[in-house]
């Protein structure tokens, strides 16, 4: 066994890493024996060399998962039982919190800070939510009187797919696993390509903590690849996605097509942030420093467009520009990083794209708008934290989602006309709002069309509170008890209670 110590350095190590695929709980090779690299977007170094999963592997895999679900020890195990894994999983996590956390920031850029305090502790609460959940799932009986006797039962749905994204990987696949373990079913896990290291470390996790071999496959590589045969697959149960809206919808495409896999997505999103003039201004400067600049903007529930009450616009985007100038964007290994890279080339170039946009369209840069200057910064893929104003609602940077470090300011006059503005988009997944007046806090918290409203704070998360989106940003909801419908099927029984039973056709 080696000690937490020697396990950070190797976290630390510049030689590559190399992961295979879990299937059938063993760590094996791609059947085209392909492999991938996955870069640290710090240095644009090598971190990993990872199996390439293909629709063969994922044959195997779904084979694995169907082989557990139907009639390996996991199919007679008690939830309380499956519940204790689960736990003992979360725990495993816990002490390998620190090494984990330094993967996460170097496969994905995220400061250390914030993989430290946010996604590993998120995760375990994840799991130790999702382990009591296990035999907390009961159904039903329901007194429709008469002499029959009528229940109902939840039951896993089977085979699931989980695809995810690379912004939160660990959290993501607890968001996955946690409940879908908990209500019996096998997994097949496909990581994202730009991060796939601590799922692997996962599936480590989960083997050591017990759970029967096919219960958890987790297959990384390409979207359009391992994804897809994912999506297509005909004896996969159930599909649950986090991702771009675009890919959403070829999920949902693929599944119908197919043998009408159940799907639940978790999409983008353009979420209004909203500041009125009789809000605690400071407080609210900071939570939309937070809300945007939070993991580089990448982030699908981010406070991407920030609506401030016209009256106070130049005092508020002042006092804005200037914190924003004053983050810290640098090496996210360092404790007192704000920002650190991008994930990948591809977005921050995306990021550019979409500020070169916002200033055709008449907006104005009030701070970033560009990478830093710093020498050490130029192999990796850094953005500064960017400010635009005067942006109006019919703008691209105010619809699309830029996901990266980019918040659009726009004005209104009053509840009404921010109203109007704050629904005029295809997504709704989350809201801001920033007031002292608890009455127009409620209005808009009913009238906003989003799955999730934070209410003079933002992005708090809690494996109780359910989340999920309105309109182009989904359907189904993860989190919380009402997950829980996601990953269970329910099924009536009637019986018939009657002394003397007279059949339909009789008399
Ligand atoms: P994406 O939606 O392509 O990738 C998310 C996951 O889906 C990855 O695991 C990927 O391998 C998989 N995937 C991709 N194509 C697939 C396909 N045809 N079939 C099945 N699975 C597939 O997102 P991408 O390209 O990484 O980022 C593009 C944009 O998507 C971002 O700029 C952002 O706007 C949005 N996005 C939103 C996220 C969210 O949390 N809602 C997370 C990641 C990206
Ligand atoms: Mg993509």
């Known amino acids: 066994m080696s000690t937490p110590e020697q396990k950070v350095t190797a976290a630390q190590q510049s030689e590559p890493r190399t992961y295979q695929l879990l299937i059938d709980g063993k760590f094996v090779d791609a059947a085209s024996g392909r492999t991938f690299e996955t870069l640290n977007p710090t240095t644009g170094a090598v971190l990993a060399h990872v199996a390439e999963g293909d629709a063969e592997d994922v044959n195997r895999a779904v084979a694995a998962a169907r082989r557990a679900f139907e009639s390996g020890p996991w199919a007679k195990m008690t939830p309380h039982q499956r519940g204790k894994i689960i736990y003992k999983a979360a725990q495993l996590i816990s002490e390998r919190a620190k090494e984990l956390a330094e993967l996460e920031t170097l496969d994905n850029g995220k400061p250390i800070r914030e993989s430290s305090y946010v996604d590993i502790p998120q995760t375990v609460q994840h799991f130790e939510y999702f382990a009591g959940m296990a035999d907390k799932l ?11 006797f009528t229940y109902t039962m939840r039951e896993p749905i089977g085979v699931c797919g989980q695809i995810i994204p690379w912004n939160f990987p660990l959290l993501m696949a607890a968001w996955k696993l946690g409940p879908a373990l908990a209500a019996g079913n096998t997994v097949v896990l496909k990581p994202a390509e730009q991060t796939p290291c601590t799922a692997m470390e996962l599936g480590k996790i989960f083997l050591e903590a017990g759970l029967p071999d096919g219960v958890l496959n987790i297959v990384p590589g390409f979207g359009e690849i391992a994804g897809a045969a994912i999506s297509h697959h005909m004896d996969v149960d159930k599909v649950a996605f986090t991702g771009s809206t675009e890919v959403g919808k070829l999920i949902a495409e693929a599944a119908a097509r197919t043998n009408l896999k159940k799907v639940t997505l978790e999409l983008g999103g353009k979420a209004p942030n909203v500041v009125f003039a009789d809000a605690d201004l400071e407080h609210a400067v900071e939570g939309a420093l937070f809300s945007i600049f939070f993991n580089q903007g990448q982030v699908c529930c981010a406070g991407s467009r920030l609506f401030v009450e016209e009256s106070i616009h130049d005092e508020f985007v002042e006092r804005l520009a200037n914190r924003a100038k004053s983050l810290r964007v640098g090496n996210p290994l360092n404790k007192d990083t704000h920002m650190g890279p991008q994930v990948t080339r591809e977005q921050l170039d995306r990021i550019k794209r979409y500020v070169g946009y916002g200033e055709e369209a008449g907006a104005k840069v009030l701070a970033g708008g560009r990478s830093p200057e ?44 921010l109203l109007k503005q704050a629904n005029d988009v295809v997504f709704g997944l989350s809201a801001g709002i920033w007031t002292r007046d608890i009455k127009r806090a409620h209005r808009f918290a009913k009238s906003v069309k989003a799955g999730v409203v934070w209410i003079n704070t ?50």
């Open 138 to 148: 009961q159904g039903d009986t329901i007194p429709i009187g008469g002499n029959v």
């Open 458 to 507: 933002y992005n708090m998360f809690n494996a109780a509170m359910p989340f999920g989106g309105y309109k182009q940003s989904g359907y189904g909801r993860e989190m919380g008890f009402q997950v829980m419908d996601a990953y269970t099927q329910c099924k009536s029984v009637w019986v018939d209670l009657s002394e003397n039973p007279i059949g339909w056709f009789s008399n």
């Open 374 to 417: 710093a020498e050490e910064l130029q192999n990796g893929f850094f953005f500064t934290p960017t400010i635009l104003d005067c942006v109006t609602n019919d703008m691209k940077v105010a619809q699309e989602e830029i996901f990266g470090p980019v918040v659009s300011v726009l004005t209104f006059q009053n509840d009404k006309d």
